[in-house]
């Protein structure tokens, strides 16, 4: 078991680049397994829950060679080229990876069986299997096909028009991509807009993609053409560095080319309702999306009401959002985010334990949590588990940092899920990050 342990020190600086975009890179991959040509990814993030996308389609047949560190080439195989996995797929920690190849293979004309760890066997994946199945896809999983392992066996499917009721790019990504080896238009609306990089990354392959307000809408059988791709720096990664910063006085650093797209800034727009200083520098666009180089001083926070249309862009960030609230002046109303709850672990569970046992007084809610700050710091001086959450381990390594005793986190191995490198870029900026040892 990984141990880490993170401790109060000297002010953050410098100017770093943290790692590539997930949800981009496993699209990357995705896409430029199923178009005809030649893709080329560079910026790509070689962490694990990628890596699995990788050997999916590795085993399906097709080509990924890397050339260098981010830099992938994939020979596409085209819209019906891949072949059946002679073996179960097991995607690992990857629940973006499981939801979004269910989509792909449901349409297929090979049967394929996806798992995962024990995270990914626990999160719900009737969510998906419910639009795949109206569309005539042909579902197994346990518990009444709502849990991994998922047996599918491909067939034809015809095109649907799915209201979904939850705001999710997964189920989104999921029915967009039954619906393009679909004759006909497939449509999905969601109640609030999530990520959509799913919807930019198709047109750019060259598929026909309309939106309409809440509605997208997808043609079947399209062409999609191999790209020349650079995968901008993951905002969700880059928001641990981010809230060390604003945290620990004197703090002024740098993260550089992070990616922009207003579908994942939220947590930027609710630091800063909290009164942050962060600078969007030389704002520019990378492969269709937008980036920007942040410059991030230490900042005085204040408790806020969390708007919940805020909640789809920051929905990855509430782990460490917590940590910047717990520290804030006054207090933190967060409501209407029981997503959180079905994510790689129980997220609110999972703070509010770890955050109480730092000194932090907060309240547990269905949907949220009611976070009283200590704007003086937390009293730290405790080991918490990440219950192999990358991200809730991350945020609390965040907190060690600004607390008056080191914070020790156990299980903390998942760290390489989204961020390989997390510790030594946090101690490139002058963190305190050691490995350590259950107490
Ligand atoms: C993701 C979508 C989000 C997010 C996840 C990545 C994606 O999940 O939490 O980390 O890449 O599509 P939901 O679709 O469940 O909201």
């Given at each position: 078991m990984r141990v880490l342990r993170t401790f109060k020190g000297k002010p953050l600086s410098g100017s770093v680049s943290v790692a590539g975009d997930k949800s981009i890179s496993h699209r990357a991959i995705m896409f430029g397994s199923l178009a005809e040509g030649i893709t080329q990814v560079s910026g790509?993030?070689?962490g694990e829950d990628v890596l699995s996308t990788i050997g999916a389609f590795r085993a399906m047949g097709v080509e990924i060679e890397k050339q260098d560190a981010g830099a992938y080439t994939i020979h596409g195989v085209g819209l019906d080229g891949l072949e059946e996995p002679d073996n179960v797929i097991d995607l690992g920690n990857a629940g973006t990876s499981m939801r979004l190849l269910s989509g792909v293979l449901a349409s297929q004309s090979f049967m394929s069986i996806l798992t995962g760890d024990d995270s990914l066997r626990g999160r719900p994946m009737g969510r998906i299997v419910k639009p795949l199945t109206l569309m005539g896809a042909r579902i197994l999983g346990r518990d009444d096909n709502r849990l991994a392992p998922l047996v599918i066996q491909g067939t034809e499917l015809v095109p649907i028009d799915y209201q979904s009721p939850v705001a999710s790019a997964q189920v989104k990504s999921a029915v967009l991509l039954a619906g393009l080896n679909t004759a006909g238009e497939t449509s999905v609306t969601e109640p609030a807009l999530s990520r959509d990089h799913t919807e930019r990354m198709l047109a750019s392959f060259g598929a026909e993609v309309e939106r309409d307000g809440l509605r997208v809408m997808v043609d079947g059988w399209p062409t999609l053409t191999g790209q020349t791709l650079r995968v901008p720096t993951d905002p969700s990664a880059a928001a641990f560095p981010m809230v060390a910063a604003l945290l620990i006085p004197g703090s002024d650093i740098t993260l550089t080319?992070?990616?922009?797209?207003p579908t994942r800034t939220g947590l930027i727009t609710l630091l800063e309702m909290m009164g942050a200083n962060i600078e969007r520098l030389d704002e520019r666009d990378v492969g269709g999306e937008p980036v920007a180089d942040l410059r991030i001083r230490h900042s005085e926070l204040k408790g806020i009401e969390v708007p919940p249309e805020v909640i789809p862009s920051a929905i990855d960030e509430f782990p460490v959002f917590f940590v910047a609230a717990a520290m804030a002046e006054g207090e933190t109303l967060l409501r209407?985010?029981?997503?959180?709850?079905?994510?790689?672990?129980?997220r609110i569970a999972a703070m509010v334990t770890g955050l109480k046992a730092l000194g932090a007084t907060l309240e547990e809610r269905e949907d949220g949590a009611i976070i009283q700050g200590q704007p003086q710091g937390l009293k730290g001086g405790a080991e918490v588990d990440s219950h192999t959450d990358h991200r809730i381990a991350m945020s609390f390594l965040v907190a060690g940092l600004a607390c008056r005793e080191p914070v020790t986190v156990l299980?903390?191995?998942?760290?390489?899920?989204?961020?390989?490198?997390f510790a030594g870029l946090m101690r490139g900026l002058g963190a305190n990050v050691e490995e350590g040892r259950a107490l």
């Open positions: 790509l993030l070689e080319g992070v990616g922009m797209n209407e985010a029981k997503e959180l709850r079905v994510k790689e672990s129980d299980r903390c191995d998942n760290v390489d899920t989204s961020f390989p490198g």
